[in-house]
């Protein structure tokens, strides 16, 4: 099995890790602290990091297979996600799930250093987002 990052572990990014675990994959979900108790409820690893701060993301990428970047409607700064994409290429990072803003940096970088690439749909919610994310991770992992 594999170790899915996934940033930031909200609401959402919580629901897919309790199926990744129950899955058999180890999860690390980031926070920017308040919510550490609630990611290890759901059996993934918290990880204090802030996606408007990639330096401290890193470490959070060691022995990461697939990184699901979810910011939805979070108001991250665009260039934040190409400078972490760029530093995927010097990792073991082999996949990228993408929701949010920037969708097509994610389609450039993932052309540019072949990273392969899921984008969700923000149209889905619930039980079916929470389907198609496992979907997107199942198939990067194929």
Do not use: N
């Not at 330096?55 to 990184?67: P, Q, W």
């Not at 940096?105 to 969700?120: D, F, G, K, N, S």
């Amino acid at each position: 099995m594999a170790r899915v990052l996934i940033v930031p572990c909200g609401c959402r990014g919580q629901a897919l890790a309790r199926e990744l675990r129950a899955a058999g994959h180890a999860v690390r979900g980031t926070t920017r602290g308040a919510h550490v108790a609630e990611i290890a409820e759901t059996g993934a690893e918290p990880y204090v990091g802030d996606p408007d701060r990639i330096a401290t993301l890193m470490d959070a990428l060691h022995g990461v297979t697939i990184v699901c970047w979810l910011t939805g409607t979070i108001d991250v700064d665009t260039g934040r996600l190409r400078m972490l994409l760029e530093k995927l290429v010097d990792t073991g990072v082999r996949g990228f799930v993408h929701e949010g803003p920037g969708e097509e940096i994610a389609r450039t970088a993932a052309e540019t250093w072949q990273i392969p690439l899921e984008v969700l749909s923000a149209d889905r919610q619930g039980e079916a987002w929470v389907a198609e994310a496992v979907a997107a991770v199942d198939r990067l992992l194929s």
